[in-house]
């Protein structure tokens, strides 16, 4: 089969599931080929009804003795069946599937594939896999390990899952080329192996041995390209100049308010000396939530202005690029240097010195007066938009590039993934920051702390931050306990009927978060519920007090920047994370936070804590960058750039991979 083909030449699979397929990112049949589970359920044991426990997962193979259409009192349709194995009876259960009773009719034999629960004080299976035996065929989705895809309204992982099988079915090994010469010591399944073993594994560790393969290739990937791009952005030479006058520069570090800590002079000095050199800088610059980042790209930002060049700043949303416009107003104010905030749907804006604005400001970074681009909260900036730079620049000057992440990224990613980016690292915070107090709440302590948190707007007249995950209430048997930011909302309105609540979340249009921000902003707000929206860049400073729900599903590096919206001012500020979990694993990383000293502690915990895997869990929130690997992948990681470096001095032997990689670049355009 030909994979670059469009997935209606699937069976029965016509432009509506076209559609539905496409919110998936899936187009073409590759695309569904590379749609990998993000957990599996073991269902290999075949168990006996008689022997049965509650909570195990099991699969039951027997005949069905009958099965039909029930309603409970409060008007739920059932389908309740009850199935032998020939020794012994039970009772199944499922809701609102009315085609069970036409499919199971009294004498087939079914696989069934669940967890074994209680339903009317009988074990029982509830909501179950199942599939009619036939002597012919193997099962799909029953009595082996079932893998569980990312789905869809419309598009369930039962349906991916056939999908799947058929297309595995019609690919031979000639479909799925090997790009990679024989590398000694890698060890890796072929790539058309690889897809086998992610969707149809027979044991964990086929499923990872697979995941694995396909980590690495896309690893590679971006070390290559990443490398290549390194060296044509350094070969073009082709920077303006930047020379600092240390006078200039001194008198206004002089007018801050407070002192530079070491690092933020030795970033400066770092970035300084980059700029003084015709090859364009790309530097990421790396610091702690509150760390001063903003001060020092800043401080380049008037360099370049003496020199009479422009600056671009880059928020990746409309709300920070306002926050950063007025930090830099603040900064810079009495220089005589210009900033101009450009907004959305405005296409003319004063001349500026330094404009402010959000990744559609990239039509202006072309510009031949522009020497330095600062992108906050972007660190994949890089091959595709210096590409598009360099193609579209109107002279035969490159702006200096400098990228600023609060994001903690562990030692082991940033010396193994990062280490051909220049890395500048904030590693201490400003004189007079206080630590924020942070506790754990149990459900038991809840009404304590609401209490608590009134009396603090009282007595002290702050603010409140309140975090939840998501933003509708979900039925799903993971997601049960957690706190939906609509739901919280509404509740908090109860609990706090003399209190200004406030709403923000990501289906809010721009405009109106903006609204909602600046109303905080002035006061008129006294607790925001918000989904973690806030998590990067918010700087409110009566803003004290940070309520995060369902703490426990948070990443640490997470819940560490989302703390780190409070503590902006001089007022002691606290986090109360909320959550019903009693795992001690829970318990073991909420205690994390509460101890670790910074957010780079935090994160290599956080990846010793989660580890290399993720096989059988679900996928971490934030890892949307990656397809197949993890930002946790060390060992890969460096296996990766050890391999691309001999990519890149040896062409000619991996000239296959290379034509590969170029062809994928071209049809993404």
């Known amino acids: 089969m030909i994979l670059s083909a469009s997935v209606t030449e699937l069976p029965f699979v016509g432009e509506k599931y076209a559609s539905k397929l496409k919110k998936l990112n899936i187009t073409t049949l590759g695309d569904l080929l590379e749609h990998i589970p993000s957990r599996y359920v073991d269902y290999r044991t075949v168990g006996k009804i008689g022997k049965l426990k509650p909570g195990e997962h099991t699969t039951i193979v027997g005949q069905v003795i009958s099965c039909n259409s029930v309603y409970t009192k409060t008007g739920k349709r059932l389908q309740l069946a009850k199935v032998s194995d020939g020794e012994c009876q039970l009772d199944v259960v499922w809701m609102n599937m009315p085609y069970i009773v036409r499919a199971l009719k009294p004498g087939v034999f079914v696989s069934l594939s669940g967890k074994v629960s ?66 000694q010591d890698l060890n890796f399944v072929s790539r058309f192996e690889a897809f086998r073993c992610v969707h149809t594994p027979r044991e964990p560790m086929e499923a990872a041995r697979g995941r694995d393969r ?40 002089n007018k801050l308010k407070y002192t530079l800590t070491k690092s933020q002079s030795r970033s400066l000095g770092e970035i300084l000396n980059d700029l003084n050199k015709v090859t364009p800088m790309n530097r990421l610059l790396e610091g702690d939530v509150g760390s001063g980042k903003t001060v020092v790209a800043a401080l380049a930002a008037y360099s370049v202005y003496t ?123 400003p004189k007079g920051r206080k630590k924020i107090t942070t506790w754990i709440v149990p459900p038991e302590k809840r009404d304590k702390g609401y209490e608590w948190i009134d009396q603090e707007i009282s007595k002290n007249k702050i603010q409140v931050y309140v975090v939840c995950p998501l933003i509708d209430e979900s039925e799903s048997e993971m997601l049960t306990q957690v706190r939906a930011v609509k739901a919280e909302y509404e509740s908090l309105t109860n609990v706090f009927p003399q209190r200004r609540i406030g709403l923000l979340h990501g289906r809010l249009s721009a405009k ?36 995060i729900e369902a703490a426990e599903r948070f990443g640490l590096s997470q819940l560490h920047q989302l703390r780190g919206r409070v503590g902006r001012g001089n007022k002691q500020s606290y986090c109360l994370l909320m959550t019903e979990s009693k795992a001690s694993k829970t318990k073991n990383r909420l205690d994390a936070l509460r101890h670790a000293k ?18 059988f869990g679900i996928r971490q929130h934030g890892e949307t960058e990656l397809k197949f690997a993890s930002w946790s992948d060390i060992a890969l990681m460096k296996k990766a750039k050890q391999v691309a470096h001999d990519v890149i001095k040896n062409q000619g032997k991996y000239a296959k991979l290379l034509t590969h990689y170029k062809t994928k670049q071209v049809a993404g355009n």
């Open 118 to 183: 209680f339903w009317n004080k009988k074990l029982s299976l509830t909501f179950p896999e199942f599939e009619v035996l036939s002597d012919n065929r193997e099962t799909v989705h029953t009595g082996k390990i079932v893998p569980i895809y990312p789905e869809t309204s419309g598009v369930s992982s039962k349906w991916l899952r056939s999908k799947m099988i058929y297309l595995l079915e019609k690919l031979n090994p000639n479909d799925v080329p090997e790009y990679l010469p024989p590398i």
């Open 214 to 253: 396909l980590a690495f290739d896309e690893l590679l990937e971006l070390q290559v390209a990443n490398n290549l791009d390194k060296i044509a952005w350094e070969a073009k030479n082709s920077a303006h100049k930047i020379v600092s006058d240390k006078h200039k520069l001194d008198k206004v570090i």
């Open 307 to 429: 020199n009479g060049y422009k600056t671009i700043f880059m928020a990746p949303t409309q709300i920070l690029a306002q926050q950063h416009f007025m930090a830099l107003s603040s900064i810079l104010g009495g220089t005589g240097i210009k900033i101009s905030l450009v907004t959305a749907g405005v296409k003319t804006h004063a001349e500026a010195d330094i404009y402010v604005g959000t990744h559609a400001l990239l039509y202006r970074a072309s510009a031949p007066d522009t020497a330095l681009i600062v992108i906050d909260e972007q660190h994949r900036f890089g091959v595709k938009q210096r590409a598009k730079l360099a193609s579209e620049m109107t002279s035969d000057k490159l702006p200096h590039t400098l990228t600023m992440t609060a994001t903690p990224i562990p030692r082991s990613v940033a010396l193994s993934f990062y280490g051909d980016l220049d890395l500048s690292t904030l590693d201490e915070m």
């Open 512 to 547: 109106d978060k903006t609204r909602v921000l600046e109303t905080f902003a002035s006061g008129e707000i006294d607790i925001l519920v918000s989904t973690p929206v806030i998590e990067v860049g918010i700087d409110i400073a009566n803003a004290t007090i940070m309520v």
């Open 598 to 615: 910074n957010g780079m502690e935090l994160a290599e915990i956080d990846l010793s804590m989660r580890g290399p895997g993720h096989i």
